[in-house]
């Protein structure tokens, strides 16, 4: 986790925020619109509130899938049979630095979509590479169908879209709360901005190449 998600994840939950906010949240904005959030949570936070019933939960807010980034799948056998038992599509993030033989089975594990590291850094500070993040890609399309979103890296609308010429999704997120915490007095309008931005640069109104179609 980047300094700033966690700086700004301390704030959440020394303010109140907990887990049933989260699961609130992601089923307000299935029910407002057309948005099909994936919730993502760090372990020790969900196994705190336990883990069956974060499921259940996740399942009943309408959420597409979790992403839990620190749990590897060597220990996500007891989350992975709770998720899986209410339809809840589970999420892994895999680095092309995974030892050898881990990819493929960290892939053949996930469902839903699988969360490629754009970079080796950490969250809103390394940019993406473009040497690394399409041989990643490139490794996950020949061992799974499911789509491959990309994040760690895309912190402006620019490296969203270079992102964007490998991935089919792009994951943004301590640009936004880069741009709440310059916003103090309307975070809520100021996140919006920027995700409005991210989608005008991503739209097929703005097409972009496909890197891999252009080989």
Known sequence: MG??????????VAGGFRMNDLLGAAGK????DSTIPVVTSYWQPLHAHGFHRFAEQA???GASGVLIPDLPIE???AWSSAAHSVGVPVIYL?????QPGRLPRTVATATGMVHAAATGGITGKEPPGRAHLPSLITQLRS???LPV???????TPATARTVAEWADLVVVGSADIRCMQSTPHGPDEAAGAACRAFAEALSPANPRPRADEDR
């Open 149 to 155: 979103a990309a994040g760690i890296g895309a912190s």
């Open 3 to 12: 300094q700033r998600s966690k700086k700004h994840s301390d704030i959440a």
């Open 29 to 32: 904005l299935v029910s407002n």
């Open 143 to 145: 061992l799974t169908n």
């Open 94 to 98: 895999v680095s092309l630095h995974s």
């Open 59 to 61: 399942a009943s807010s």
């Open 75 to 77: 220990g996500a056998g």
